[in-house]
């Protein structure tokens, strides 16, 4: 089968570039060797939009973060995924963190970031009263947002389909093969795609895609990182961060959209790209970094840990690595997308696009281009009036099955039936947040399984955790 471009990798930079590749007259697949989108570093992150005032000035994520994230406002609205408004206090301890205060003060003056302030010991108690004492004043960053990174994913690639792009699941490239000048053959464990542009957003395994198609220009390598979930009860509004160190941006404390807060993350570089592993070390480091933030923290209200790796392109001045190959032409790179990157895809998207121009690709806009995406009814959410006209409608709609979350039947059925459905357990709880409340899917995952099965027409035993190898339900002990 023939394209013009092969996206290979379906994190928040794949699906942001699918999602940008759509607006145009283009044949586009996208490649994930996983059973679904986000299911690797892009849900395994805090999803701060950061504004730009971190990145220093010059580099890439300097060029691309402010700009990504100033257009998140008008993506929540036109592909209806949630967005919070929280600020970001960078709060200082120290006359040299004050003193970094000022450079991110300057960091954001220089790369064009509004609505940046430095606080006082008294604003800064005024806005967050429980903060600790200790504290000598901060940065706050007002135009800072929250999103689920998961949920951005989902609705980039959606509209993409929408739009004429395809998807491959569950295809794990694993051969590139150059065919005369202007094209490429990419080989999966199913099927084979001639293209002529590839666009490598591979994550962690950039370099080892690149390498299929005889490029060695970087080298990758995760920087693992332990995230906490906690309750629906912290007493503070604004995303908190410690003054930054060289690599990381440090222990935060993190509002969602949803209500629940993080606390996230470690950052320690690992040889193993495949480990997503908690350990004990790494949740006390985060314990104590909320707490050195707020003193009165209770780590009772931890209700699941998790840990993910961020995308390390090395020796390349922790920046990104976005470039046309210089040795194989039409091999685009969208590599080492650390953070900022969630705040920075929109806008890496459109980078990508014109380095895919500048390499030859002809680029029509479509005329049929719809920029809307629908989102399946968030329940809870809802008035009471409007959760009545569902049940009217459908009385699968007042059937809650996530007590925790309020999640009703109809629900689920409709994430599973959505563009991009849901096919797992992980996938319905990414659509809908079955699953995600204090009870951690204690009471409600057999029911989701059971609808799961149910709608996709099997056993099941066949329905899987996330992966295909993932299964949960082996047979009957009784019966």
């Given at each position: 089968m023939k394209y013009d471009v092969v996206i290979i990798g379906g994190g928040i930079t794949g699906t942001a570039i699918a999602h940008e590749l759509a607006k145009y007259q283009l044949k586009t697949i996208l490649l994930e060797s996983g059973s679904d989108v986000a299911a690797r570093a892009s849900?395994?992150?805090?999803?701060v939009i950061h504004p730009g005032y971190d990145p220093h000035p010059g580099t890439m994520k300097a060029k691309l973060n402010p700009p990504g994230a100033r257009m998140y406002p008008k993506l929540a609205k036109e592909l209806g995924f949630k967005i919070r408004q929280t600020g970001t206090l960078v709060v200082a301890y120290s006359d040299r963190d004050l003193?970094?205060?000022d450079e991110l003060l300057n960091n954001a003056k220089v790369n064009g970031v509004l609505g940046v302030e430095k606080l006082n010991q008294e604003q800064l108690r005024n806005?967050?009263?429980q903060i600790n004492p200790e504290a000598l004043g901060a940065l706050l960053a007002n135009s800072t947002t929250m999103v689920d990174s998961f949920e951005v994913c989902i609705a980039f690639m959606e509209n993409a389909m929408e739009n004429g792009v395809e998807i491959g699941l569950s295809q794990q490239v694993r051969a590139i093969e150059k065919r005369g000048e202007e094209d490429f053959v990419v080989r999966?464990?199913?099927?084979?795609?001639e293209t002529r542009f590839i666009v490598n957003a591979a994550g962690i395994h950039a370099d080892d895609v690149a390498a299929m198609a005889g490029i060695h220009e970087y080298k990758m390598q995760g920087r693992h990182g332990n995230l906490c979930v906690l309750d629906k009860v912290l007493p503070i509004h604004t995303v908190m961060f410690p003054c930054p160190g060289p690599d990381t941006k440090g222990i935060a404390l993190i509002p969602t959209v949803s209500g629940n807060f993080l606390i996230g993350s470690t950052a320690t570089m690992r040889e193993d790209k495949y480990d997503s592993t908690n350990d004990a070390h790494g949740i006390e480091e985060l314990i104590?970094?909320?707490?050195?933030?707020l003193p009165d923290f209770d780590p009772g209200c931890v209700i699941r840990e998790f840990a993910g790796q961020r995308p390390v392109c090395l020796d390349n001045?922790?920046?990104f690595y976005i470039k046309e190959s210089y040795t194989v032409k039409g091999f685009i790179h969208a590599a080492g997308i650390q953070s900022p990157g969630i705040a920075s895809a929109p806008a890496v998207a459109e980078?990508?696009?014109?380095l895919l121009a500048n390499a030859g690709l002809e680029l029509k806009e479509k005329t049929d281009y719809n920029p809307y995406r629908q989102p399946i009814p968030d329940f809870s959410t809802l008035s009471l009036e409007e959760k009545d006209e569902l049940i009217k409608k459908d009385p699968a709609w007042g059937r809650i099955v996530c007590r925790c979350e309020t999640v009703p039947e109809g629900e689920i059925i409709a994430a599973i039936h959505q563009t991009l459905g849901a096919r797992t357990v992980e996938g319905v709880k990414r659509r809908t947040r079955a699953g995600m409340g204090r009870c951690q899917s204690g009471f409600c995952q057999f029911r989701v399984m059971h609808i799961l099965a149910q709608e996709l027409g099997i056993p099941e035993e066949d329905v899987r955790f996330e992966e295909n190898e993932a299964q949960v339900l082996y047979g009957k002990l009784k019966g």
């Open positions: 849900k395994q992150n805090g999803a003193k970094k205060v806005r967050e009263p999966t464990q199913d099927h084979e795609y104590a970094g909320a707490k050195k933030l001045d922790n920046d980078y990508v696009r014109d």
